[in-house]
């Protein structure tokens, strides 16, 4: 079976789970290193000829992160493609699941065990409340509906943005600091927030950096995920 995948957190689990049938990748499918699969543009601008031309069996794809323009344009060169919705912990696992059997696949020992770590973490403590940033140059911050909230929320981090109207709000960096939050959640992707760039802006609330492929891929990593994500909020 030959398979492209327009999606990091997909194109990791994939060459995980069956390696070599990964044909073509995003340039920005990091996981797992080495990949010799051919680089076909990025998340948001695939090149379509490129694609058509690996002849794939089936294109992976994720209804936030690729666009659907370029979703109809592959449909439109006769590909089949397999598009995920992915919004929180128990849809990234059955969506999984789906993603892989379309691969020919049987769920994967890593799936049984980043269930079983998420499964196994304590009742979350007393909410405590964050902002979570993703990007600068304009401030943008998680809002309703996202994965990496979703997690935030099992390991006792409430979103305080995570009933405003938009998914991704831009927040002026005034309003994110008086919005009554205790964190500033700094993840390092997509923007790679650090010790020295981030939390100087927050100064009054205090800084929690963390790994952004822990906090918002699906995938292999969710099974170290559920730790190391706890141990940044003890």
Known sequence: MRVVSLVPSL???????????????????????????????????????DVASLRPD???????????EDLAALRGAGLNVLV???RTLDQAFAELERVLAACGQEPPRWLEDSRAAWAALPPAPVPRPAVVPV??????????????GDLLARLGVRNVYADH??????????ELN???AELVVLPDEPY???????????????AVLVDGRHLTWYGPSLAEAAGALRAAFR
């Open 84 to 86: 995920t919705e992915v």
């Open 165 to 174: 109207p938009e998914r991704y709000p831009r927040v002026p960096l005034a």
């Open 135 to 148: 990007w600068r140059r304009p401030w943008m911050v998680l809002g309703r509906d996202t994965f990496a």
């Open 11 to 49: 194109s990791e689990a994939v060459a995980v789970t069956a390696p070599g049938l990964l044909v073509g990748v995003t340039d920005y499918c990091t996981r797992p290193a080495g990949t010799t699969a051919t680089r076909i543009g990025g998340t948001k601008n695939p090149r379509v000829a």
């Open 192 to 206: 790679r927030f650090t010790a020295t760039d981030g939390p100087e802006a927050s100064p009054g609330l205090e």
């Open 178 to 180: 008086a919005s009554g």
């Open 58 to 68: 089936l294109v992976l794809a994720n209804e936030e992160e690729n666009r659907a």
